[in-house]
């Protein structure tokens, strides 16, 4: 039994056909990288900046528009993956380890504006939600930050995070 990575679109329309295999790619290159073997499910909700905009809104109380959300349904050490800690889906006994919520709409805006294009910001947009169900953070400017940094680019491969 492999990773499953469930993922849907909250809109039609929204373009970047592309975005599906880029997004799964990344999610499994990150479990493997964190050294996740036994099989996970993870949700992904690809949609707009509206989109993303309501649900950070209703489950940060931040109201405006975000690139990427996290859900984790685990608490794990960053690092130090362990199975045990994780709940399990009771149909196919995949590890639920939570769901990512990403705007196309402001992945685009971001490729362009940083200058590496949507395929290369979707693909880290993924590997950032993903680290964060994994148990990383950057809630401050110091080690947790540097941390989860370091592991995007050695994930990413390119030297960029």
């Known amino acids: 039994m492999k ?22 790619r990344a999610v499994r290159d990150t479990l493997d990288a964190e050294g996740v073997s036994q099989p996970c499910l993870v949700g992904v909700v690809l949609t707009d900046d509206e989109g993303i905009r309501r649900v950070n809104s209703e489950f940060r109380g931040i109201d405006r528009a975000t690139d990427v959300l996290s859900f984790p349904f685990n608490e794990l050490q960053p690092g130090a993956f ?48 993903a680290l964060h169900l994994l148990g990383y953070d950057h809630v401050d400017e110091g080690k947790m930050k540097k941390r989860m940094r370091a592991r995007e680019k050695e994930i990413m491969g390119d030297g960029e995070a």
């Open 82 to 129: 362990d199975p045990a800690e994780c709940e399990r889906d009771p149909e196919s006994g995949r590890l639920l380890l939570g769901d990512m919520m990403i705007s196309l709409e402001r992945c685009a805006a971001q490729g362009e504006e940083f200058g590496h294009g949507f395929e290369r910001e979707i693909r880290y947009l993924a590997v950032h939600s």
């Open 3 to 24: 990773h499953e990575i469930s993922l849907s679109r909250e809109k039609r329309g929204l373009g970047h056909p592309e975005a599906a295999a880029l997004v799964k």
